[in-house]
């Protein structure tokens, strides 16, 4: 059975950090490619960060340089690391992994950042 389970998400202050954690079972994990995504209200989903098995990563324009997406392939989990947190940064954020047409989500956690 594939699970995706987020972690790490809450309120904070603008200006602040978290760490978002997915915790994966049921699947290869070191074969997928691995991504974070956000969705606001009333806004569609749109991808943060995404790490290939390789441990590629590449970011979203908007949060080059705060955030940092990673991987521990022992623990089958990916995190991301979330700095100068930014009102506009709020929202529902979901790990996702792929491999070829094969695509999992977990079920979000949701990060509040107040001005």
């Known amino acids: 059975q594939v699970q995706l389970v987020e972690s790490g998400g809450g309120l904070v202050q603008a200006g602040g950090s978290l760490r978002l954690s997915c915790v994966a079972s049921?699947?290869?994990?070191?074969?997928?490619?691995m991504g974070w995504y956000r969705q606001a209200p009333e806004k569609q989903r749109e991808l943060v960060a995404r790490?290939?098995?390789?441990?590629?990563?590449n970011y979203a324009d908007s949060v080059k340089g705060r955030f940092t997406i990673s991987r521990d392939n022992a623990k089958n989990t990916v995190y991301l690391q979330m700095n100068s947190l930014k009102p506009e940064d709020t929202g529902a954020y979901y790990c996702?992994?792929?491999?070829?047409?094969?695509?999992?989500w977990g079920q979000g956690t949701q990060v509040t950042v107040s001005s």
């Open positions: 996702a992994a792929r491999y070829g047409n094969m695509e999992y």
């Open positions: 049921g699947f290869r994990f070191n074969a997928y490619g």
């Open positions: 790490i290939t098995y390789g441990s590629t990563t």
